[in-house]
Antibody, heavy 119, light 111 residues
Framework: QLQLQESGPGLVKPSETLSLTCTVSGGSITRSDSYWAWVRQPPGKGLEWIGAIYYTGSTFYNPSLKTRLTISVDTSKNQFSLKLNSVTAADTAVYFCARQNSFIPPADWGQGTLVTVPS | QSALTQPRSVSGSPGQSVAISCTGTSSDVGGYNYVSWYQQYPGKAPKLIIY???KRPSEVPDRFSGSKSGNTASLTISGLQPEDEADYYC???????????FGGGTKLTVL
């Protein structure tokens, strides 16, 4: 059974960089049918697809976040990571890591982790 | 690109059917047969219940069905059950620049 687990600081200061890691277990991050994604959800609001990465390192970013966003993968650790720089209070959200296919959005999800950026 | 448009809330009684709409544009919902739906309980991760407009993962009851006409997709839940009370989100592929966009979410209340 595939499991994903987010980890990282729960509090980030304004203008600093939000960094999260997702550890994948129960399956290989190098499986050819999978892309590894990040989705966020501000408190009480809807979902926003942040971006995804293929195990080869190819990345796909939400254009609204692209200038601040880096997603990377470490196949040796079966992990992928998110870095979002210059954060503001608007980046406060529960951040989910997830697995998706080419044309099927995330089907396997982590439990999510709340990251707060104080105003 | 703006979020897809969903009603803020819908409601129904046990046993009834409800439909939740998801309106986009020809650049997303209308342009691709890659509309999905999610069910989300408070404090939990979303669960994929419909993909490719009409397909259901094997573990999802057939009370849940999806359809699409033009730029609007719909999720229909028949034979409402109390455990169906949750938030529902649509999601559509939007091309190789925007990729994926979600709807704003609909709260389903089972009366």
């Amino acid at each position: 059974q595939l499991q994903l687990q987010e980890s990282g600081p729960g509090l980030v200061k304004p203008s600093e960089t939000l960094s999260l890691t997702c550890t994948v277990s129960g399956g290989s991050i190098t499986r050819s049918d999978s892309y590894w994604a990040w989705v966020r959800q501000p408190p009480g609001k809807g979902l926003e697809w942040i971006g995804a990465i293929y195990y080869t390192g190819s990345t796909f970013y939400n254009p609204s976040l692209k200038t601040r966003l880096t997603i990377s993968v470490d196949t040796s650790k079966n992990q992928f990571s998110l870095k979002l720089n210059s954060v503001t209070a608007a980046d406060t959200a529960v951040y989910f890591c997830a697995r998706q296919n080419s044309f099927i959005p995330p089907a396997d999800w982590g439990q999510g982790t709340l990251v707060t950026v104080p105003s | 690109q703006s979020a897809l448009t969903q009603p803020r809330s819908v409601s129904g009684s046990p046993g009834q059917s409800v439909a939740i709409s998801c309106t986009g544009t020809s650049s997303d919902v209308g342009g691709y047969n890659y509309v999905s739906w999610y069910q989300q309980y408070p404090g939990k991760a979303p669960k994929l219940i419909i993909y490719d407009v009409t397909k259901r993962p094997s573990e999802v009851p057939d009370r849940f069905s999806g359809s699409k006409s033009g730029n609007t997709a719909s999720l229909t839940i028949s034979g409402l059950q109390p455990e169906d009370e949750a938030d529902y989100y649509c999601c559509s592929y939007a091309g190789s620049y925007t990729y994926w966009i979600f709807g704003g979410g609909t709260k389903l209340t089972v009366l």
